[in-house]
């Protein structure tokens, strides 16, 4: 299935924190966001996990306008790990992620051998299968965030909305995660502050820059110098990486960019930069 967004502008209160926005997660596909913090991106996956309602504008699976699916129907096909990690949950690890076969479930019905069987591999898929029994309300940062993430692979749907995914998690385990994103090929939109690891595992990027997608492409055509020093203000060396081939971002740490004296290594401004 694949996600179209058409002009889709989202405003908290009357003020407008999205504005214009065109993108496609095609199927199959693992499309990133990127942006500055404050630039949208929760907020444009919110609207795409129905959390938030657009001002304007719509989001389609496949072809259809999310709104007039029912939250049944629309958790079949789209789950989501919200950048809100709460839910200070008095359950075990493997029944906050049974509440992904909800979905599923007529009212009232019990798991299933099936729901059991699936809410095991995905806690294992996380690494997290010897810790069933444990309670939520005990785990650090990043293992509450592999137990959501456990929960949306549970929901077994065709698009995976992650709002930064890896946040929390130390390198082996994002390393883990971006594998498994990679090896389940379902539609996914996923925001990620980290550029390199987006580099690396996003078949297609758009850059959110104050409300409105900037760039979008494939990460070699995106990630450029200009780019970075004209959306984050940073002074950055985008070579190939030395193990994968992919781009790789080398940020210069100790002082940040001014984008007028930037100069222009790759021989591309902002505005060359291909649409989708
Ligand atoms: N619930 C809310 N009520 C009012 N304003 C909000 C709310 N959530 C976000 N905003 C504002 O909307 C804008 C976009 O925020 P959003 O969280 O979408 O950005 P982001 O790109 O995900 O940022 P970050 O990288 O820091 O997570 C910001 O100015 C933020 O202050």
């Known amino acids: 299935m694949r996600i179209d967004i058409e002009d889709l502008r989202v405003a908290y209160a009357g003020r407008t924190v999205v504005a214009d926005a065109h993108l ?36 389609l699976l496949d072809g259809s306008d999310i709104r007039e699916l029912s939250p049944a129907r629309s958790a079949r096909h789209i ?51 010897d810790h069933a029994d444990r309670h939520f309300t005990e785990l650090s940062g990043g293992e509450r965030q592999r137990v959501l993430l456990a929960r949306a692979f549970a929901q077994q749907t065709d698009v995976l ?72 203000g940073v002074r950055a060396a985008v070579v190939e990486h030395p193990l994968t081939g992919d781009p790789l971002i080398a940020f210069d740490h100790r002082e940040l960019c001014n984008p007028a004296i930037f100069p222009d290594t790759s021989g591309n401004s902002l505005r060359d930069l291909p649409d989708f």
């Open 24 to 59: 496609i997660a095609a199927e199959g596909e693992i499309t990133g966001l990127v942006g500055p913090n404050g630039s949208g991106k929760s907020t444009l996956l919110r609207t795409v996990y129905r959390h938030l309602k657009p001002a304007a504008g719509r989001v």
């Open 79 to 129: 789950a989501a790990l919200p950048q809100e990690r709460g839910g200070d949950f008095e359950l075990t690890l493997r029944e906050v992620v049974a509440m992904g076969r909800t979905p599923y479930k007529r009212a009232f019905a019990g798991e299933d051998a099936a729901d059991r069987d699936i809410v095991e591999r995905s806690l294992a898929d996380v690494g997290m299968g």
């Open 161 to 232: 909305v992650l709002d930064e995914p890896t946040n929390h998690l130390d390198v082996r385990h994002q390393v883990e995660l971006l594998a498994l994103l990679r090896g389940r090929r379902r539609t996914t939109l996923v925001s990620l502050h980290d550029l390199n690891a987006a580099a690396s595992v996003c078949d297609r990027l758009h850059v959110l820059h104050e409300g409105r997608v900037v760039a979008s492409g494939t990460p070699r055509e995106v990630l450029r110098p200009p780019l970075l020093a004209e959306v984050f």
